[in-house]
T-cell receptor, first 113, second 110 residues
Framework: EADIYQTPRYLVIGTGKKITLECSQT?????MYWYQQDPGMELHLIHY???????EKGDLSSESTVSRIRTEHFPLTLESARPSHTSQYLC????????????FGSGTRLTVV | SQKIEQNSEALNIQEGKTATLTCNYT??????LQWYRQDPGRGPVFLLL?????KEKRKERLKVTFDTTLKQSLFHITASQPADSATYLC?????????FGPGTRLSVLP
């Protein structure tokens, strides 16, 4: 059973609003990630963190920002939502060492109208 | 640049048959590779990892091979069932992270 939680599961919001997508994990994993995925399309890495106070941008340019103040918490924020931000956002984590795989959350389906 | 290719976007097979999915990579040599399953609207689920010194890895009805000469990994599901219908992703490492392939959507027909 995955121990990584994303809220909300679904979100419909108006253009220009500020939103924060929550991601928490209870496994003590050092590494956490945010991916963006459109229906039927590939996963794109937008942000990652290797530990507290460490954040990096991923391969896909994104207008979102992230923070990592606590090991278990990795929220993603959009200061001003636009229709182009409509997508599914997936959070993942993994152990810092070794060949461990990712554990993914169930995702947040964001629709900006 | 590094590239990952997975065979045809969709693969349809009859229940009970063996499904074979391919993952080809170019311009780098990963020391290991992971496979994931993703159901519609959900996050991927880790299935198997295979290292370069392991030619084959098995887990129940799943079998993965890794040919570093051909730069290819094969993912087999034997005695396939409709519940195996999903998208399967290969993911070689890229530094400390992983890069996900485009996936192959498998449909097992009853």
């Amino acid at each position: 059973e995955a121990d990584i939680y994303q809220t909300p599961r679904y979100l419909v919001i108006g253009t220009g609003k500020k939103i924060t997508l929550e991601c928490s994990q209870t496994m003590g994993h050092d590494k956490m990630y945010w991916y963006q995925q459109d229906p039927g399309m590939e996963l794109h890495l937008i942000h990652y963190s290797y530990g507290v106070n460490s954040t990096e941008k991923g391969d896909l340019s994104s207008e979102s920002t992230v923070s990592r103040i606590r090991t278990e918490h990795f929220p993603l924020t959009l200061e001003s939502a636009r229709p182009s931000h409509t997508s599914q956002y997936l959070c993942a984590s993994r152990r810092g060492q070794g060949y461990s795989g990712y554990t993914f959350g169930s995702g947040t389906r964001l629709t900006v109208v | 640049s590094q590239k990952i290719e997975q065979n045809s976007e969709a693969l349809n097979i009859q229940e009970g048959k063996t499904a074979t999915l391919t993952c080809n990579y170019t311009n780098y040599s990963p020391a290991y590779l992971q496979w994931y399953r993703q159901d519609p609207g959900r996050g991927p689920v880790f299935l198997l990892l295979i290292r370069e010194n392991e030619k084959e890895k098995r887990k129940e009805r799943l079998k993965v091979t890794f040919d570093t000469t051909l730069k290819q990994s094969l993912f087999h599901i034997t005695a396939s069932q409709p519940a195996d219908s999903a998208t399967y992703l290969c993911a070689p490492p890229d530094g400390q992270n992983f890069v996900f392939g485009p996936g192959t959507r498998l449909s097992v027909l009853p």
